[in-house]
């Protein structure tokens, strides 16, 4: 089965890039027809889907995010990266990653890890 | 966008009870509807996908049904590794994911 973990810096400056990374095990993030997500979710608050990556390299992102948001794959390491740029306050959550082998869900989700925005 | 809203917000409930939540879509997206739970400080997890399908080693007391733009989750009789929050979530080719603003299913 497929795991997933997430690591990156936990504090980040306004108006700075956040960068997250999400490794891969159990399996190969280039076989097979995956999307692999990211997903955000503020303290005490709702989900938020950020975008996804497929395996063919596609991305899709969330139209109010989009100006912000670079998904990509990195094959050799088996990882998939998220970068949130011009980030304010109301980036602050717990950022998680995702697989799925559908464009309609989320099957299994990594545990997550907070980022705070703060000076 | 699409606006998935969930009622009620907080559910008190007691063990052996039958839950009911509802998930409303501003606009219809078919069957394209998932449901999942989530406990404190954990990920979430998926239960049920295309409004019904019953996501493989979820409980079979957990249900889901509905399409076009109302859909229920039911627990046919809450056990106490229920209590959590549920959130629903909808796919749409253009918005992508979209997720509903949770329903906590508190013990009465």
């Known amino acids: 089965q497929v795991q997933l973990q997430e690591s990156g810096p936990g504090l980040v400056k306004p108006s700075q890039t956040l960068s997250l990374t999400c490794t891969v095990s159990g399996g190969s993030i280039s076989s097979g027809s995956y999307y692999w997500s990211w997903i955000r979710q503020p303290a005490g608050k709702g989900l938020e889907w950020i975008g996804r990556i497929y395996t063919s390299g596609s991305t899709n992102y969330n139209p109010s995010l989009k100006s912000r948001v670079t998904i990509s794959v990195d094959t050799s390491k088996n990882q998939f990266s998220l970068k949130l740029s011009s980030v304010t306050a109301a980036d602050t959550a717990v950022y998680y990653c995702?697989?799925?082998?559908?464009?309609?869900?989320?099957?299994?989700w990594g545990q997550g890890t907070l980022v705070t925005v703060s000076s | 966008d699409i606006q998935m809203t969930q009622s009620p917000s907080t559910l008190s409930a007691s063990v052996g009870d039958r839950v009911t939540i509802t998930c409303r879509a501003s606009?219809?997206?078919?069957?394209?509807l998932a449901w999942y739970q989530q406990k404190p400080g954990k990920a979430p997890k998926l239960l049920i996908y295309k409004a019904s399908s019953l996501e493989s080693g979820v409980p079979s007391r957990f249900s889901g049904s509905g399409s076009g733009t109302e859909f229920t989750l039911t627990i046919s009789s809450l056990q106490p590794d229920d209590f959590a929050t549920y959130y629903c979530?909808?796919?749409?080719?253009?918005?992508?994911?979209?997720f509903g603003g949770g329903t906590k299913v508190e013990i009465k």
């Open positions: 606009q219809s997206i078919s069957s394209w």
């Open positions: 995702g697989w799925g082998d559908t464009v309609t869900t989320i099957d299994y």
């Open positions: 979530q909808q796919y749409n080719s253009y918005w992508g994911l979209t």
